[in-house]
């Protein structure tokens, strides 16, 4: 049987993933993603209104016509899970496939809003829910299988494509941590088993994110236990304590909810984006969220700017509001709090928690210092980097690579700098450049059978 991959998007850049991959007659894709700086930099653009074609030319979503290259048709398309580069661009693409969308059920969820959204094209695709652990047949010949991993956001799988030449492993994006603080950990024994199947795994596509970064990247539980103690030394602090975090990291928001009525303080989710994946996770059953029945979550502008006056009114000692905006951005609810735009006044000795790293990458790295400096010129004190990684560093590199032993290796996740440790880790476990280990770009296609 051939097998071919199209290495669409993600292979240039962090962002607008996109991979397809051909058995046969039978195509599955993987990842439709959104590269989100490249919307950033422009002011008040409005994705959903855009037609594909022009984000296509903007960079920010993937260019899929190397698709018409590929001899065989479509049968799934799977996102890993519902970060924004990885889900972004369904409502702009999936349309021109008849096939549905695989996902795991919070990230059906939330492909579900990003399409319900979108005004430029109508997406009838249908949208399927398959647990991890789960296995559904591709053509006559194949199996699409969901293995359980740990990452910055929940319900995150690897989807693995069994085919008669072996199985391809689309590796992006997980850590391993087997302390988990929401969910199961990250199923090493499946992969190991995968790995010594019959055929074994014929390629692993992986996200190179950290590759460069020496290490083990730490469990979830390590920043758990980073924000108790940063919370919890400012128990006695009689004045406003506001914390940031992604919105989608749900694991992290739970901590501070937590650790805010630990230390005697009502905690209120606010920022559109904020209300939309918490208010998610805590609709949908069998996610372990948990989250406090009267906990507030406002995302649209009034309700927001309501709950900063409340706060005000009743005393900023009582309350710590999650933010959206810890990576600057224009928009977002910390950027306007630091631009005294908001009913919240911030005032000489207040904190601020960044439970979040600055994403690598220009345009983020100024928002993020401009953020910072305006909130420190209102008198804010930062507490930064309250954090760990969702991403494999090194060590986690070399385990994957042992437990599946892939004969075929394709970096992605990083541009060709980003590349390079991965380079140098895989040559040291005998792939060689050219041969086994395939470093690409967008828009090409490698033949392996």
Same mark, same amino acid.
């Given at each position: 049987?051939?097998?071919?991959?199209?290495?669409?998007?993600?292979y240039e850049e962090v962002g607008r993933q996109m991979t397809a991959v051909r058995a046969g007659d039978d195509i599955v894709v993987f990842d439709m993603g959104l590269?989100?700086?490249?919307?950033?930099?422009?002011?008040?653009?409005?994705? !959903?209104?855009?037609?594909?074609? /022009?984000?296509?030319?903007?960079?920010?979503?993937?260019?899929?016509?190397?698709?018409?290259?590929? /001899?065989?048709? %479509?049968?799934?398309?799977?996102?890993?899970?519902?970060?924004?580069?990885?889900?972004?661009?369904?409502?702009?693409?999936?349309?021109?496939?008849?096939?549905?969308?695989?996902?795991?059920?919070?990230?059906?969820? +939330? %492909?579900? !809003?990003?399409?319900?959204? !979108?005004?430029?094209?109508?997406? *009838?695709?249908? +949208?399927?829910?398959?647990?991890?652990?789960?296995?559904?047949?591709?053509?006559?010949?194949?199996?699409?299988?969901?293995?359980?991993?740990?990452?910055?956001?929940?319900?995150?799988?690897?989807?693995?494509?069994?085919?008669?030449?072996?199985?391809?492993?689309?590796?992006?994006?997980?850590?391993?941590?087997?302390?988990?603080?929401?969910?199961?950990?990250?199923?090493?024994?499946?992969?190991?088993?995968?790995?010594?199947?019959?055929?074994?795994? =014929?390629?692993?596509?992986?996200?190179?994110?950290?590759?460069?970064?020496?290490?083990?990247?730490?469990?979830?539980?390590?920043?758990?236990?980073?924000?108790?103690?940063?919370?919890?030394? =400012?128990?006695?602090?009689?004045?406003?304590?506001?914390?940031?975090?992604?919105?989608?990291?749900?694991? $992290?928001?739970?901590?501070?909810?937590?650790?805010? #009525?630990?230390?005697?303080?009502?905690?209120? +989710?606010?920022?559109?984006?904020?209300? #939309?994946y918490s208010g998610t996770a805590d609709r949908l059953d069998g996610l372990d969220v948990d989250f406090p029945d009267d906990l507030g979550m406002y995302g649209h502008?009034?309700?927001?700017?309501?709950?900063?006056?409340?706060?005000?009114? !009743?005393?900023?000692?009582?309350?710590?509001?999650?933010?959206?905006?810890?990576?600057?951005?224009? $928009?977002?609810?910390?950027?306007?709090?630091?631009?005294?735009?908001?009913?919240?006044?911030?005032? *000489?000795?207040?904190?601020?928690?960044?439970?979040? $790293?600055?994403?690598?990458?220009?345009?983020?790295?100024?928002?993020?210092? #401009?953020?910072?400096?305006?909130?420190?010129?209102?008198?804010?004190?930062?507490?930064? /980097?309250?954090? %760990?990684?969702?991403?494999l560093r090194q060590e986690g590199h070399y385990q994957m690579l042992d437990a599946l032993q892939p004969q075929h290796v394709i970096p992605a996740h990083q541009d060709?700098?980003?590349?390079?440790?991965?380079?140098?880790?895989?040559?040291? *476990?005998?792939?060689?450049?050219? $041969?086994? =280990?395939?470093?690409?770009?967008?828009?090409?296609?490698? #033949?392996?059978?």
């Amino acid at each position: 049987m051939e097998i071919e991959i199209a290495t669409i998007g993600g292979y240039e850049e962090v962002g607008r993933q996109m991979t397809a991959v051909r058995a046969g007659d039978d195509i599955v894709v993987f990842d439709m993603g959104l590269n989100l700086s490249k919307v950033l930099i422009h002011d008040n653009i409005r994705t !959903e209104e855009m037609r594909s074609l /022009d984000l296509i030319d903007m960079g920010a979503i993937p260019d899929d016509r190397v698709m018409s290259e590929l /001899d065989g048709e %479509v049968q799934a398309i799977v996102p890993t899970h519902g970060h924004l580069d990885h889900i972004g661009a369904i409502s702009k693409l999936a349309h021109r496939y008849d096939a549905p969308v695989v996902a795991t059920p919070f990230t059906r969820e +939330l %492909v579900d !809003e990003e399409v319900h959204d !979108e005004s430029e094209y109508v997406v *009838n695709n249908d +949208l399927i829910s398959m647990e991890a652990g789960e296995s559904m047949s591709i053509g006559e010949r194949c199996e699409l299988e969901f293995v359980n991993v740990t990452h910055s956001i929940i319900d995150a799988i690897n989807p693995v494509f069994h085919t008669p030449e072996g199985s391809v492993v689309y590796g992006l994006d997980k850590r391993v941590d087997h302390t988990p603080v929401i969910g199961d950990p990250i199923d090493m024994k499946r992969f190991r088993e995968i790995g010594r199947e019959d055929g074994g795994v =014929l390629c692993y596509i992986e996200d190179c994110t950290n590759a460069n970064k020496k290490g083990r990247t730490p469990s979830e539980a390590v920043a758990r236990h980073q924000l108790r103690d940063v919370m919890h030394s =400012l128990e006695d602090w009689d004045g406003g304590i506001v914390a940031t975090t992604f919105s989608s990291h749900i694991a $992290r928001v739970k901590s501070i909810v937590e650790f805010a #009525q630990d230390i005697g303080r009502e905690p209120i +989710l606010l920022g559109r984006s904020m209300e #939309q994946y918490s208010g998610t996770a805590d609709r949908l059953d069998g996610l372990d969220v948990d989250f406090p029945d009267d906990l507030g979550m406002y995302g649209h502008r009034k309700s927001v700017d309501r709950a900063f006056k409340r706060i005000m009114k !009743e005393g900023k000692e009582k309350f710590l509001p999650v933010v959206t905006g810890h990576q600057g951005e224009p $928009r977002a609810m910390l950027t306007r709090m630091g631009r005294g735009e908001t009913p919240y006044e911030l005032t *000489n000795g207040d904190k601020v928690i960044f439970s979040a $790293r600055v994403i690598p990458e220009p345009t983020n790295e100024g928002q993020r210092y #401009q953020s910072e400096k305006l909130l420190g010129m209102q008198g804010a004190r930062i507490y930064d /980097d309250v954090h %760990v990684s969702g991403h494999l560093r090194q060590e986690g590199h070399y385990q994957m690579l042992d437990a599946l032993q892939p004969q075929h290796v394709i970096p992605a996740h990083q541009d060709m700098a980003g590349f390079s440790g991965y380079v140098d880790l895989a040559g040291n *476990n005998g792939y060689d450049l050219g $041969r086994d =280990l395939h470093v690409t770009s967008n828009g090409n296609t490698i #033949q392996l059978v």
